[in-house]
């Protein structure tokens, strides 16, 4: 089916529009699918979350190919904008501005880039990790933003300053110089617990451009005060990822310890269901409409 406006069209109007905004993480073809049937209007395809479900380390140990490779089944299984975390574009400007033509062909909505070097850590990793030289950076950005193929795709610049202990003033220094060249939105992170650095950025910010979040640590705060402050979007950024990892590692522990399936079965999706979800029943009605009878 044909949706009015295009996946990009409607992420670009989720950074957009003055209220706050929600994409939850997805990390293949079944989270993704998830996400949209619970309601979300939009997708964190995290990098994190993507490396971890490939069983490897948040450190560019997987390739720009492999998350084009994830993201392209989230892509298909979806009909909902997905935001990319392309962590610090896999290289110089010429690496990034490839990975964004691909995710363009791929009708991914939006790329994050984050200004760290290659290869990335993440954020939650040790107390500063280098970044990016800000020209450097915003050479970056900009060839991001002329060489997308698709008018409505967003490139969001995210602002590692407060992660890596620079303080205020470089975090919207940076933000600022990000918004010049060119960045649709600003992604500022932060470890904190209280999320008062946020806040404080967001206000001095005064809603320049869409201003993106992901308040992993700072889970505390209510989502009303990052509205009031001007946040436009807040990313949900690694839950589903996480709530795997516990899942399968309760069930297989359970069904290891105790060698049968009825005390972890009341806690499975039923297999009919999984049918269901993934809409079994028009294959079957496609197969009547294009196999031969009999
Ligand atoms: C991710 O989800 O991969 C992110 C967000 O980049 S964080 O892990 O909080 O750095
Ligand atoms: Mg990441």
């Known amino acids: 089916f044909t ?3 295009s996946k990009s ?3 670009r109007k989720l950074l957009d529009s003055p209220g706050l905004s929600f994409l939850m993480e997805a990390h293949n073809g079944l989270s993704a699918r998830i996400v949209q049937d619970v309601g979300f209007a939009g997708i964190w395809a995290s990098g994190f979350s993507i490396s971890t479900a490939l069983g490897v380390r948040d450190s560019n140990e997987i ?3 492999e998350v084009l490779d994830a993201v392209g ?3 298909d299984a979806t009909t909902i904008p997905i935001m990319v975390d392309g962590d610090t574009g896999y290289g110089n400007f010429n690496n990034a501005r490839r990975f964004v033509r691909q995710l363009c062909r791929l009708d991914v909505s939006a790329v994050c880039i984050e200004d760290k070097l290659f290869p990335k850590t993440n954020s939650f990793i040790g107390d500063e990790q280098p970044l990016a030289d800000v020209d450097e950076f915003c050479g970056k950005i900009a060839a991001c933003k002329d060489s997308q193929t698709d008018g409505d795709f967003s490139v969001i610049a995210r602002v590692e300053a407060l992660v890596s202990g620079r303080g205020l003033a470089e975090a919207l220094d940076r933000g600022e110089a990000y918004r010049r060249a060119g960045a649709d939105a600003v992604f500022i992170h932060s470890k904190s617990k209280d999320g008062k650095e946020i806040l404080a950025f967001a206000e001095e910010w005064a809603r320049r451009c869409p201003l993106v979040i992901t ?6 705060v209510g989502v009303e005060a990052f509205e009031r402050a001007g946040v436009s979007t807040l990313i949900w950024a690694n839950q589903n990822m996480r709530a795997s990892v ?4 309760d069930v297989s522990r359970a069904v290891f310890e105790n060698n049968r399936l009825s ?3 009341p806690a499975l999706a039923p297999v009919k269901e999984i049918f269901d979800f993934l809409d079994y029943a028009e294959l079957d009605e496609a197969g009547r409409r294009y196999l031969p009878a009999g």
């Not at 308040?215 to 505390?220: D, E, I, M, N």
């Not at 516990?246 to 590692?249: H, S």
Request: net charge neutral; no cysteine.
């Open 3 to 5: 949706s009015a406006a």
């Open 9 to 11: 069209a409607r992420m």
């Open 63 to 65: 390739s720009a190919g």
């Open 73 to 75: 089944y989230m892509a």
């Open 215 to 220: 308040p992993t640590t700072y889970h505390a």
């Open 246 to 249: 516990q899942a399968m590692r």
């Open 263 to 265: 005390d972890v079965e």
